[in-house]
């Protein structure tokens, strides 16, 4: 079983900034199988990359994803106000989903 | 535009069942999307994948909830189901139903909060 690990758990910076999210899986895992998704309070989450470093559909170009092996990245390169959330890493594999534990991004 | 939402009851004794279901619109169930199923969060916790169906009936399940979970497709209804038996306290979440890709969830409820208390 994949175990994926989130760091930090929270990060303070302020708008304009550049926010590097990082997810550790267990053991190596496929390119394929990464996705990452931002949920804003009290809303679902929704799916920002897929496949490690594919946008999805509507997602601004500010967000990247990046990584291989059992380290990945989400980078947000310029934050704006409605990019302060939770972000969760997740892996498919052998038929089954695992989430992080995510990590919350606040504002400074 | 595909869109899903959750119904059921919002209150559940423990030991009894859990029964939830989702309404897609804007799309047939038989044919937007290979896998249907359900993710619940934990008020202030992490999302946990509960399991995923194929619209053709093929079922994965978590396996810390398989042996009570019951995922099933409703085609004519375009509705798909959960079935959650025997819940505890430790059951009260987010309810999300969702549609997934091979690899990641594409689409998502607005969930629903279900709360087990007697």
């Known amino acids: 079983e994949i175990v994926l690990t989130q760091s930090p758990g929270t990060l303070s910076l302020s708008p304009g900034e550049r926010a590097t999210l990082s997810c550790r899986a267990s053991?190596?895992?496929?390119?394929?199988?990464l996705a990452w998704y931002q949920q804003r309070p009290g809303q679902a989450p929704r799916l920002l990359i897929y496949?490690?470093?594919s946008r999805a559909t509507g997602i601004p170009d500010r967000f990247s994803g990046s990584g291989s092996g059992t380290d990945f990245t989400l980078t947000i390169s310029r934050l704006e106000p409605e990019d302060f959330a939770v972000y969760y890493c997740?892996?498919?594999?052998?038929?089954?989903?695992?989430f992080g534990p995510g990590t919350k991004l606040e504002i400074k | 535009q595909l869109q899903l939402q959750e119904s059921g009851p919002g209150l559940v004794k423990p030991s009894e069942t859990l029964a939830l279901t989702c309404t897609v619109s804007?799309?047939?169930?038989?044919?937007?999307?290979?896998?249907w199923g359900w993710i619940r969060q934990s008020p202030g916790k992490g999302l946990e994948w509960i399991g995923s169906?194929?619209?053709?009936?093929?079922?994965y399940l978590n396996p810390s909830l398989k042996s009570r979970v019951t995922i099933s497709i409703e085609k004519s209804k375009n509705q798909f189901s959960l079935r959650l038996t025997s819940v505890t306290a430790a059951d009260t979440a987010v309810y999300y139903c969702?549609?997934?890709?091979?690899?990641?969830?594409?689409?998502w409820g607005q969930g629903t909060l279900v709360t087990v208390s007697s």
């Open positions: 496949a490690s470093s």
């Open positions: 969702a549609r997934f890709t091979g690899a990641a969830v594409v689409s």
């Open positions: 804007g799309g047939s169930i038989s044919s937007s999307s290979p896998y």
């Open positions: 053991q190596s895992v496929s390119t394929n199988y």
């Open positions: 997740q892996h498919y594999g052998a038929s089954v989903y695992t």
């Open positions: 169906m194929y619209y053709s009936g093929s079922t």
